[in-house]
């Protein structure tokens, strides 16, 4: 069997473990659970063992010797098996067990720690988590930092310098059109219409949108779920789910385009490369900027509104006084709040920038655990004027460091970054800029097809990113996109 037939059966076990996964988020019975959850570790300890096996080392190594790199798709696919196989094995066995068991304890502890806001009762398994990672940072390696090799597994072959750059250039504008936007919302900002926005008639509404901007309902579908998210079942199978509040029909929205954007990328990929890098999605960074380039610099636009807001009012009637000059006033309306996952997009990169500067700091020491709530604090204050009122409300709200995930914060203002340099450059296109006038998203979708999608993992992020829009990776698009709506 070669390296790429081996991978292709890898294929089979994950998707495999993603229906099931799916399946435990949406419709699993609450009994099932401890099954499910052996279920899925099976799985996953099956995946790691073919994945670092003697025979796949053998394999690719054959297969290595054997390119005579004339076929560009052919030696990516190889590359990036060698990447991903070496970082995989250069972890011991012992120190997976280990990550594994504390991660399951910190899950724990910080669920106790959040109810009764009390950092104290987390930090020593943060503690623990962060040894861990400093551990697997040294077996990994990295260039300049141990922050470096954490940032690798989600956005490869950049640097926490790099990020650090394109970060310190964006806060200063950031911070500004930021409290500009709130300010401006404080007298501007009108409230939506009172619900019930009717279940059944947001689902029926947000099926409209998403099949109008291409998410193929032949190859998806979309479910109910407490948290959205969207997941690859299989390279014809993307399930993207929301949840819905009958007081605002935009929250379900917003959702569905968020994930529908991720749904997109997910069913542009090559479908018969499924399972090898050139069928897969390049980075988290790159998957955020489809997901941000379809929920904001398209669902949130007027050219958008302009052709939707009627369905929307007829589809809940007391829409029907509230003119789309008000209604847009109140989907572009920016507030401060502590809490990332309530942000709006003016002010939600601040909370990015918090996380970032102080994941780097513990993992290169300058930052004790202990002193985690007291920095977090000052950093927020300098930030956004004010302080948590408590620990659940400041340190303790992401759920992220509980499962080891440092590292990952930063790819979600990656993705804003990305995004609007993107959508910036797909408009340069005249019958791109041409259809989005008229709210027709067909040309832009095979832009992103032509230029994102058919490439999959066959080129580094930022590669990807100036081979698209003609420049590196720069915050300029981003900032003038929130300068030009907020301001």
Request: hydrophobic content about 40%.
């Amino acid at each position: 069997m070669s390296i790429f037939e081996k991978a292709r059966e890898l294929a089979v076990i994950n998707s495999s473990a993603a229906v099931i996964g799916w399946d435990q988020e949406t419709y699993l019975p609450s009994d099932a659970a401890k099954y499910r959850a052996d279920q899925l570790a099976w799985l996953s300890s099956r995946a790691h063992e073919l994945a670092t096996s003697d025979a796949w080392k053998a394999d690719l190594e054959a297969a290595e010797a054997a390119d005579a790199g004339t076929d560009f798709k052919h030696t990516a696919n190889l590359r990036e098996l060698r990447r991903e196989f070496d970082r995989a094995t250069k972890l011991t066995v012992e120190l997976v067990a280990r990550d594994s068991v504390a991660s399951s304890l910190a899950k724990h502890a910080w669920a106790d720690a959040r109810e009764r806001s009390d950092f104290s009762r987390f930090a020593p398994h943060l503690e623990t988590l962060l040894g861990i990672a400093r551990e697997k940072a040294d077996l990994w390696g990295y260039r300049d930092e141990p922050y470096d090799a954490l940032l690798e597994g989600y956005e490869r072959a950049t640097s926490t310098a790099a990020v650090a750059a394109l970060f310190d250039a964006m806060r200063p504008s950031a911070r500004e059109t930021a409290a500009k936007a709130v300010e401006n919302s404080r007298s501007h900002a009108p409230s939506l219409p009172p619900g019930p926005y009717p279940v059944a008639a947001q689902q029926r509404f947000n099926s409209q949108v998403a099949e109008s901007i291409g998410f193929d309902f032949d190859a998806g579908r979309i479910d109910t779920t407490t948290h959205p998210f969207c997941t690859t079942l299989g390279p014809r199978d993307i399930r993207l789910t929301t949840r819905y509040m009958e007081s605002d029909f935009t929250s379900s929205l917003f959702g569905v385009l968020h994930e529908a954007g991720h749904g997109l990328y997910e069913q542009g990929l090559p479908a018969e490369d499924f399972g090898l890098p050139s069928g897969n999605a390049v980075s988290l960074g790159i998957h955020e900027s489809q997901s941000r380039l379809w929920e904001n610099h398209v669902g949130r636009s007027r050219e958008f509104w302009e052709k939707w807001y009627p369905a929307a009012q007829e589809s809940f009637p007391q829409l029907a006084g509230f003119p789309l000059e008000k209604f847009l006033r109140y989907l572009w309306r920016a507030e401060f709040s502590p809490i990332r996952v309530e942000a709006d997009e003016a002010t939600y990169d601040l909370h990015i920038l918090l996380r970032f500067g102080i994941e780097r700091q513990m993992m290169n020491g300058s930052l004790a655990v202990a002193d985690v709530p007291n920095a977090w604090n000052e950093g927020f204050r300098e930030l956004f004027g004010f302080a948590p009122e408590d620990d659940r409300h400041g340190c303790l709200q992401d759920i992220h460091w509980s499962m080891g995930g440092l590292g990952y914060f930063a790819t979600y203002t990656l993705g804003n970054i990305n995004s609007a340099q993107l959508f910036a450059a797909a408009r340069k296109d005249p019958s791109v800029a041409s259809a989005i006038q008229q709210a027709d998203y067909r040309p832009l979708l095979g832009w992103l097809r032509k230029s994102v999608h058919a490439y999959g993992s066959t080129l580094d992020p930022a590669k990807l990113i100036e081979q698209a829009t003609g420049s590196a990776p720069s915050t300029a698009d981003y900032l003038a996109h929130l300068q030009s709506r907020y301001l």
